[in-house]
């Protein structure tokens, strides 16, 4: 069955950087699209983008264009989010998901953003 | 940005009562390739959301058809006819016609 593992819990420093993955499994990952979701208490939801892991294409909320960077590794069916920067506003749960519309998603990570 | 209400933001019921939850969207949702691209997510407590409604009104893989989804342009509904227990979290209405994707803000079912 279709299975996303995320990394785990995060606790970055303000003005870091932090990488985040997705290992898949269970579908054909070299022709579908990984979502990545951004979720804070509220509960609030936003899309941050997607990528193509065929040919690395990528669609990006246009509120997170500089902040998130969307890659994937073909060889190890995973999936990457760069968020670069961070601030307070960056904490928050993050999630990958399977396809446009987000159909299978991970556990989900907490990225703490604290000096 | 397309703006999604979702009203009420609470919903208290019973087992077996049947629930509606309503999404309103700023625009329009009905796309020029004569698709609506409204979704419908359940996110029950400590998980991750579960997809249970695409297209306004088609069921997700594996989603009991107590679930169902209706709704044009910038109305939406979904109804539960017969909660179970397994049906509470927060539901959020998802619309995918404008970019950039936007969630509504939940309505968190509970029981009476």
């Known amino acids: 069955q279709v299975k996303l593992l995320q990394s785990g819990a995060e606790l970055v420093k303000p003005g870091a950087s932090v990488k985040l993955s997705c290992k898949t499994s269970?579908?054909?990952?070299?022709?579908?699209?990984m979502s990545w979701l951004k979720q804070v208490p509220g509960p609030s939801i936003e899309w941050i983008g997607w990528i193509y892991a065929g040919d690395g294409g990528t669609n990006y909320n246009q509120k997170f264009k500089g902040k998130a960077t969307l890659t994937v590794d073909k060889s190890s069916s995973t999936a990457y989010m760069d968020l670069s920067s961070l601030t307070s506003e960056d904490a928050a749960v993050y999630f990958c998901?399977?396809?446009?519309?987000?159909?299978?998603w991970g556990q989900g990570v907490m990225v703490t953003v604290s000096s | 940005d397309v703006v999604l209400t979702q009203t009420p933001p609470t919903s208290s019921a019973t087992i077996g009562q049947s629930v509606s939850i309503s999404c309103r969207s700023s625009q329009s949702l009905l796309d020029s390739d004569g698709n609506t691209y409204l979704y419908w997510y359940l996110q029950r407590p400590s998980q991750s959301p579960q997809l249970l409604i695409y297209?306004?009104?088609k069921l997700g893989s594996g989603v009991p058809n107590r679930f169902s989804g209706s709704g044009s342009g910038t109305d939406f509904t979904l109804k539960i006819s017969g909660v179970e227990a397994e049906d509470l979290g927060v539901y959020y209405c998802v619309q995918g016609t404008h970019d950039p994707w936007t969630f509504g803000g939940g309505t968190k079912l509970e029981l009476k």
């Open positions: 998901a399977t396809g446009v519309p987000p159909h299978y």
């Open positions: 269970g579908f054909t990952f070299s022709t579908s699209y």
């Open positions: 297209l306004v009104s």
